[in-house]
């Protein structure tokens, strides 16, 4: 167990839907990643948020948003759903790392499986 | 961005076997991980080993940061080792992990 919780476990929802999958770091960390794990693009970063704001953005598409709350858990919403967002999400969190220092170990939740028909 | 590479892309092995599995990547990190992707699909941390040698139980890990390899061994592999091995470097600098294609082990009894 990582420590970093995820809700849902699976989601089921038809094209043109909204969802939100929701993620709680471990205790103690500030950054959280978005991650989707799709069969053709792999696992490919989204986003990041450090203790509230956005510190990096990846190849997130402009249908999603995420946004971390003062508690320091995450919520990323997808809009207008295709089939080629049916994917595993993922997130992950890290400590604070040392300024100008490695990153820190980013730590996996077990994943939302998104399937949109 | 950064290149990584992961090889072989499939890897099948009897119970008992050695395997190493290899992770190029394309320019100089500061960090590496090591994945396994169970097949329920859960990532576990195997190891955060930006240079040197680490050992934990069967698996170690050895990495060349100068040379932009790392190296992922698995000893008396179980069945319970099956799934894929994902090896992720930090992007120019930031915090966001690039991941290779992965390893697909498959240990049979």
């Known amino acids: 167990d990582s420590g970093v919780t995820q809700t849902p476990k699976h989601l089921i929802t038809a094209t043109g839907q909204r969802v939100t999958l929701r993620c709680s770091p471990r205790s103690g960390d500030l950054s959280v990643y978005w991650y989707q794990q799709s069969l053709d693009q792999g696992l490919q970063f989204l986003i990041q948020?450090?203790?509230?704001?956005?510190?990096a953005k990846g190849n997130i598409l402009e249908r999603f948003s995420a946004q971390q709350f003062p508690d320091l858990h995450s919520e990323l919403n997808l809009s207008s759903l295709e089939l080629g967002d049916s994917a595993l999400y993922f997130c992950a969190s890290s400590a604070l790392g040392l300024a100008g220092g490695p990153p820190d170990t980013q730590y996996f939740g077990p994943g939302t499986r998104l399937t949109v028909l | 961005g950064i290149q990584v590479e992961q090889s072989p892309p499939d890897l099948i092995l009897q119970e008992g076997a050695n395997s190493t599995l290899r992770c190029n990547f394309s320019?100089?990190?500061?960090?590496l991980q090591w994945f396994h992707q169970n097949p329920w699909g859960q990532l576990i941390n195997l190891f955060y080993?930006?240079?040197g040698t680490k050992q934990n139980g069967r698996l170690s890990a050895t990495t060349v940061a100068t040379e932009r390899y790392s190296l992922l061994y698995i000893s008396s592999s179980q069945t319970t080792d099956s799934g894929v091995y994902f090896c992720?470097?930090?992007?120019?600098?930031?915090?966001?992990?690039?991941f290779g294609k992965g390893t697909k082990l498959t240990v049979n009894p």
């Open positions: 080993i930006p240079s």
């Open positions: 992720a470097v930090p992007q120019g600098g930031s915090e966001k992990l690039v």
């Open positions: 320019d100089s990190v500061n960090n």
């Open positions: 948020y450090y203790n509230g704001e956005e510190r």
